[in-house]
């Protein structure tokens, strides 16, 4: 097997989790830029060529980053634990442009969509219940337009028509777990293992096009939306893989009992998936043909499509354990050498590719030296760890 | 005239009396007579007192009678004879010198007479035999005589071909100085006097090439006598005026402008064949043309040709000779000669271009600018030293070196068409002469270590200060001197001039670097340091022309890409990294010393050259530098030391902490790198550097880092240099970590969320502040808001874990769950985190102190003396959340303890001042502790039975007014200082325990601490302690 690999170097700057990372890839940049955010509220742009930030923000009373998404016109959505989503300029201003409320008692991320200049569409939980979606659309330029389409809309009762195979106990969903988006459709994880594709039809309706149960009864940790089908992962050893299969025809005629519509053709479940080495996979990327995954237990794997381990990165932890707390722990001392996780948990993952930039602009670039070293950061992908003690390690692929 | 009248007065007695020899009848006339030269002498001696010209002619020719008389006699001896030329060289410079005083006449008779006066036969056969005040005497003359003619308006017709007469007298006069120069080599004044004359004679009276290239074959060779005359020095004035004299004839005999003499250069290759069989002997290079004013000129072409090679076969002959004496007035004189002469007479004398080429080459000189217009000879010249640098090198011959650089400099500058072929070879030649010089040298000293130091010398002093002072003399390659080393350098700068685009030489130094790359590392080594000579040499070059364009305003800015400096760091990075993993954990031999100088001098030229363009390199160069300010060898440190102090002049306006500090990043990924990788070497001393430099707020951005050193501790604790060097630089953290937190100044007291029932001191309250704190409300603003969102799980793994639990408790994934149940378990009432320090800090304090208690242990005693000094250290810090502190106490107190009771005072004295920490911080916790503490050291303790007596057969009372217990007893100073500690230790724990101690106890304890502090000090500690210590006194 293949020992466990160093990061060939890692970037320092926060000081507490890292809890999301986000690769740019501007076409006025002339190289890749790497936004992240971690557990007391900074948000930092880097120049992954010179290795230092360019920029970097905190949000007032440092609440956690939740998650970052990149919308076009150079802005950064930003969800925190307090309950806002915002819009940041990525100019190093760091202006607010735009603020939602979005219930954050979850583990959810949120899905922004552009409609039209200006115009944005926000999928996220429901303000009361996680189990339950909003959706709003939105335009910047005014608090006021913020609209919102959908209330609380659940898939439970639309896909229970569907014919669950034997042995599944469902009465719901549970919480929404994940958002992404796949060629126009929107997907999101649940808690119980279901993944859920969705469109929004012109008169105002959703139709679901797309159901599995592939992780059931485990929750749905991550999506990620590849080049060819959508990935998830889940507390057991498996990826789900999840593809389009049936064509975007024609509008048929649905039944129209409800404001969510089950799309004709789908009558079955799908449940592609492919056995991993790991269990507890709480981070899924997909750069080229590699495969990224992060698991609770502070390792990551790279494997090849054929689920052929190609390398593993961990942090370990120096073995002496220290307890600030004044009155032990008596459960802790007990089980103290075998209880304890080895490893510095992984906190967020992101995959650089390569061939992402092939015919990036970086040739204009005038300095040789720039070019040199942007040239020889482009020769490789790149796996992107951030970890629970505020570094993000670079390991070539 | 007044004067003449008192001059003749002085001078008719002297006059009368020669006259009454000078008319003697020649019967009766002694030639050799002694009244003669007697009054001769007189009549000399009274006429060199005079000042030029001061004698009317009158007076001139009344001295000049006696003598024409004396003349008219057969003969005359040779003294006699002598005075007698010294009389006319005073009456020449007395009266007949300015313009119009010097009749032709008489000058027409007075030559052949002088001539004929110094040297009777015509084939100055005698001459040389004559004695040297003689010969001085006739040069004397005919320099006086010659420079009044030079005044006189007759001059140029006084030699004119017409009258034959004059024209041997002329030709005898010459022989006569040439003779007289060749045998008067002991005498350089009158060769200095000939040489004038001679001057003067040619330049100033004949004035006619055509006239003295009848003399000129003779005067060559007279000359060259004077410079090859064997084993003499020939003194340098004589040489300078001879070459000025034949630099003069040869100027107006080969003056191309006069002979109109040009090179033709052949149409067609007939014309050649027929040239060649006209002239078989004449290189066909050399077709001189000339166009003649009259046939019968004596200086016709084949003359020219004739001739000229003699000339070239003189040159030859003593311009190396001079070239070696590096005089200075040699230096200058033959460098006036040589340009001259390719001034004026680079086509008659052709032949001799290259003699003059390379004379020029040799002296780095062109005043006239000659150089450029011989670009041909000089590529010939630079090609064959060229091919000749590996003996050049071996040989040290420093001015060929120079030569070469000064002759490569002019092609850089002139020629257009630049020879790459030629700079490779340049390359090569170094590259291998340097490489067989170093390998034998490296090789004969396999075995010698350099001169290693400790690698904590950066952290000793002011590193600043240090790198400031460091010299500019250290020779970089172990087998040459500085000065070579430089001149090699130089050499090379000059091929990178020549390489003239940043293209042609990164092409060429990629190619020269990307030939190494199977080579040794000392050949790689060379290359890197020849191609870091060369970018300087290019961009020195280029930088000092702009300068000059800035003034010409061509308007042209050159932007570089520096593509070179990128190629050679590149090679320089790859280096590096070979040898660090050669080196790790082994002693630096001398080939990796060299390595590592040259890796550094690179990035210091790259730097020079690259200016800002060089900042974002530092990414991966500057920890090789900085690491290398701390390396065991002196050399590599200078090196290290001198390219700081460039990047830091070039980048940061000369401030290395600031340099340190832009680029804290950078070097700690460095070190998290190699401490990674397991190497560990000097990484400590590094970090710890940074650390200080960079204070704690940036160390909590790598915490990573020091939890790798942890790691490294779970691994390596075996070692413990490595374990000293780790724990010194948590002491510098710590330190870092006190600063930011805690104003060192403050008193740390005791939080009030903590009782003490300490007898005097009220509820624990030590001072006012706590008295107030206790006695105010508590304010509602002060409790942070407790935020709902923190009551959520933080993360969906503890929120899932507590669901499994909640619902499956008996799922098989039960151990996963337990495992992160675990870590979710509400721990108990969360206590209140009062310290200033936060959470993370203190977990890393705990940590140290952790490791510090484990390695306690270590055999190695220097470990456990920094251990111990570090934890004392801590204790004060981790008392700022005093129950977090007590279980650690607990834990440590053991470890110490033991320390304590050591035979060896060293490791007891920083045990009882850790333990004294401890005991203050941790007050009536460790109340218990201390009395078994002391029980324990009654039994064991070696110290304190140097100041304790033991008990006498169990009574339970100390003997404690034996008489030769006195109070404050003397010990060596080991003993002193661990008694000293201990006995504060001892006070410490009086303090805190005090009532709750048997006064049997206490009287002890402090019986002991009295014979080592004053009685003073520990009676002012509390009441009850002076009533002890004063009975205790007394009963003394």
């Known amino acids: ?109 949120f899905l922004v969509q552009r409609l039209d200049t200006g115009w944005y569409r926000l999928i996220c939980c429901n303000t009361q219940d996680s189990e339950s979606i909003d959706i709003y659309e939105f335009h910047l330029s005014s608090l006021h337009s913020l609209k919102r389409v959908h209330k609380g809309l659940k898939f439970y009762q639309a896909i229970s028509s569907l014919i669950l195979p034997a042995g599944f106990k469902l009465d719901k969903l549970g919480i929404v777990m994940k958002f992404t988006e796949w060629h126009g459709v929107i997907f999101c994880g649940m808690e119980s293992g279901f993944v859920i594709g969705f469109n929004l039809i012109d008169d105002g309706q959703v139709e679901i096009v797309y159901v599995s149960h592939v992780h059931y009864p485990n929750p749905i940790l991550d999506l990620y939306p590849g080049k060819d089908n959508i990935l998830s992962s889940s507390t057991d050893n498996k990826i789900g893989i999840h593809d389009l299969n049936c064509q975007q025809d024609e509008r048929p005629n649905f039944e129209r009992q409800s404001p969510i519509l089950l799309k004709k053709e789908l009558h079955s479940l799908s449940a592609n998936f492919k056995q991993v080495p790991i269990s507890e996979v709480a981070h899924i990327k997909k750069i080229e043909n590699l495969l990224l995954l992060s698991s609770w237990f502070g390792e990551t794997v790279v494997t ?68 040199r070293r942007i040239e020889r950061f482009l020769q490789n992908s790149w796996c992107i760890i951030g970890y629970d003690d505020g570094n993000i390690a670079f390991h070539r692929l | 005239m007044a004067s003449q009248s008192a001059l003749f007065q002085e001078l008719r007695p002297l006059c009368v009396d020669l006259s009454r020899q000078a008319f003697l009848p020649p019967n009766t006339f002694d030639p050799s007579s002694l009244t003669l030269l007697n009054a001769l002498k007189r009549l000399e001696s009274k006429l060199t007192f005079y000042h030029d010209e001061s004698l009317s002619q009158k007076l ?91 005044d006189q308006s007759y001059k140029f017709q006084f030699f004119s071909s017409s009258k034959p007469k004059s024209l041997l007298s002329l030709g005898h006069c010459i022989t006569i100085l040439l003779g007289l120069l060749e045998s008067t080599s002991q005498d350089p004044q009158t060769q200095i006097q000939a040489l004038e004359a001679l001057r003067i004679l040619y330049q100033e009276i004949i004035g006619d090439g055509e006239i003295i290239s ?191 650089s000064y002759a490569l400099d002019i092609l850089v500058q002139c020629d257009p068409t630049k020879d790459f072929s030629l700079l490779k070879d340049i390359g090569g030649n170094i590259l291998e002469a340097l490489e067989s010089d170093i390998t034998s040298t490296l090789s004969r000293r396999r075995n010698f270590k350099i001169t290693e130091q400790s690698s904590n010398v950066i952290l000793a002093g ?25 001149t090699i350098g130089k050499l090379l700068m000059s091929a990178g001039r020549m390489a003239g685009q940043e293209s042609q030489l990164s092409l060429l130094i990629e190619t020269t670097l990307s030939e190494q790359s199977c080579s040794n590392t000392i050949r790689k080594t060379l290359a890197l340091w020849s191609s870091a000579w060369a970018i300087r040499g290019l961009y020195n070059g280029q930088q000092s022309n702009n300068e000059m364009n800035a003034f010409l305003d061509t308007g042209e800015d050159e932007e570089y890409t520096y593509e070179p400096c990128y190629a050679i760091l590149d090679f320089c990075n790859g280096l590096a990294q070979e040898l660090t993993v050669v080196q790790e954990g082994r002693s630096m031999s001398l080939q990796e010393e060299t390595v590592l100088s040259v890796v550094l001098f690179t990035i210091e030229s790259v730097c020079q050259v690259m200016h800002k363009d060089f900042e974002p390199e530092l990414i991966e160069y500057l920890y090789t530098t900085v690491e290398n300010l701390a390396s065991p060898s002196p050399i590599v440190r200078h090196f290290a030391q001198s390219c700081s102090l460039t990047i830091s002049q070039t980048l940061y306006n000369g401030s290395i902490q600031q ?21 560990t070497e000097r990484v400590s001393a590094v970090f710890a550097v940074i650390c200080k430099i960079a204070g704690y707020e940036t160390i909590e951005t790598f915490k990573d880092v020091i939890e790798t050193i942890f790691k490294m501790l779970d691994y390596y604790h075996g070692y413990d240099e490595l374990c000293i060097q780790f724990f010194q630089l948590f002491e510098v953290i710590i330190l870092e970590m006190k600063k930011r937190f805690l104003q060192v100044d403050e008193q740390l007291t005791l939080g009030s969320d903590h009782l003490v029932t300490n007898a005097y001191s009220p509820w624990g309250m030590t001072n006012v502040k706590q008295l107030v704190s206790i006695l105010g409300k508590p304010n509602p603003e002060d409790e942070p808001l407790v935020d709902e969102y923190t009551k959520e799980p933080s993360s969906f793994q ?138 324990r050291w009654c039994q064991g303790s070696s110290l304190l039975k140097e100041v304790r007596v033991a008990r006498s057969g169990g009574s339970g009372k100390a003997e404690v007014g034996n008489s030769q217990m006195s109070t404050h007893r003397k010990f060596p100073p080991v003993t002193k200082d661990a008694l000293v500690a201990l006995a504060g230790l001892l006070l410490e724990g009086i303090t805190v325990t005090e009532l709750m101690l048997p006064d049997t106890t206490l009287t002890d304890m402090l019986y002991c601490c009295i014979q080592v502090i004053p009685a003073d000090t520990v009676a002012e500690t509390s009441l009850l302690l002076a009533d002890v210590v004063w009975t205790l006194k007394d009963t003394n």
């Open chain 2, 462 to 486: 002011d590193l600043e200060a240090e790198i400031v002072h460091c010299q500019d003399s250290v020779a970089i390659l172990p087998t040459m001197s500085k000065r070579l080393e430089d």
């Open chain 2, 60 to 150: 001139a020719e009344y001295v000049f009678v006696p003598i024409v008389s004396l003349l008219k006699q057969s003969g005359l001896g040779d003294s006699q004879t002598e005075y007698v030329l010294r009389i006319i060289t005073h009456l020449l410079r007395l009266s007949w010198r300015s313009k119009g005083t010097f009749a032709k006449e008489l000058a027409e008779q007075l030559l052949p007479l002088v001539t004929f006066l110094i040297s009777q036969d015509k084939e100055n056969s005698k001459i040389s035999e004559k004695p040297l005040e003689y010969k001085s005497a006739g040069c004397g003359v005919l320099l006086q005589f010659f420079t009044s003619l030079r």
């Open chain 2, 798 to 935: 503890e929120y899932f874990d507590s669901k499994i639990q909640e619902a499956d408790s008996d799922d098989e994934d039960e151990e996963h769950a337990e495992e992160e149940g675990t870590e979710m378990e509400p721990l108990a009432p969360k206590e209140k985190w009062s310290s200033p320090i936060p959470l993370d800090s203190y977990r890393i304090l705990l940590e140290v102190f952790h490791y510090g208690d484990r390695l306690l242990t270590h055999p190695s005693k220097p470990l456990r003396v920094q251990i111990l000094q570090v934890m004392e250290l801590i204790v004060p810090m981790l008392s700022t959340q005093y129950n977090s502190m007590l279980p650690q106490i607990a834990n440590v107190w053991e470890s110490v303890v033991q320390c304590t009771l050591s035979s060896d005072y060293t490791i007891v004295k920083p045990a009882c001042l850790c333990l004294r920490k401890i005991i203050h911080y941790s007050g009536d916790f460790v109340a218990k502790r201390f009395f078994e503490l002391w029980d």
């Open chain 2, 214 to 404: 009848f003399v000129l074959p003779g005067n060559v060779s007279s000359f060259v006598k004077v410079f090859l005359s064997p084993g003499v020095n020939v003194n340098y004035k004589v040489v300078v005026k001879t070459l000025q004299v034949l630099s003069i004839i040869l100027r107006m005999v080969y003056d191309d402008f006069t002979l109109d003499a040009h090179r033709s250069r052949f149409t067609d290759v007939n014309e050649l064949i027929t040239f060649k069989e006209e002239h078989p002997d004449v290189d066909v290079n050399r077709r001189i043309e000339m166009h003649l004013e009259s046939p019968s000129q004596h200086r016709s072409l084949s003359w020219l040709l004739g001739t000229s090679s003699q000339v070239k076969r003189a040159l030859d002959s003593f311009i190396p000779k001079l070239l070696k004496r590096q005089n200075q007035e040699i230096t200058d004189a033959l460098t006036d000669f040589t340009s001259n002469l390719l001034k004026h007479s680079k086509n008659s004398l052709s032949n001799c271009q290259y003699s003059l080429v390379s004379t020029l080459v040799s002296l780095r000189r062109d005043p006239y600018s000659q150089l450029p217009e011989h670009l041909e000879y000089l590529q010939q010249l630079v090609e064959g030293k060229a091919g000749k640098l590996n003996n050049i090198i071996k040989l040290e011959n420093e001015q060929e070196l120079l030569s070469l």
């Open chain 1, 304 to 371: 090849d499509e054929q689920i052929e381990l190609l390398a593993k990165f961990s942090k370990s932890k120096s073995i002496v354990e220290v307890n600030e707390n004044p009155q032990g722990n008596l459960q802790s001392n007990n089980t103290s050498s075998k209880s304890k996780n080895p490893n510095c948990k992984v906190s967020s993952l992101e995959g650089l590719s390569s061939s992402n930039s092939k015919d990036s602009n970086y040739v204009i670039s005038t300095n040789v030296g720039q070019r």
């Open chain 2, 659 to 679: 340099m340190l500090l832009s680029n804290v990043d950078y070097l700690v990924d460095s070190i998290s790198t190699r401490l990674n990788l397991g190497m």
């Open chain 1, 1 to 109: 097997m293949n020992p466990i690999q160093l990061p060939e170097y890692t970037l320092r700057f926060h000081k507490s989790s890292v809890t999301d990372l986000l690769v740019l890839d501007l076409p006025q940049e002339v190289a890749p830029l790497l936004v992240s955010g971690d557990a007391t509220g900074k948000i930092c742009l880097w120049d992954l060529i010179r290795r230092r930030p360019i920029s970097s923000h905190c949000i007032e009373n440092e609440p956690q980053i939740v998650a970052l998404q990149y919308v076009d016109d150079g802005l950064l959505a930003v969800l925190d634990k307090q309950h806002k989503l915002r819009f940041l300029k990525i100019d190093g201003s760091w202006e607010q442009v735009y603020e939602i409320p979005v219930n954050t008692l979850n583990f959810a991320n």
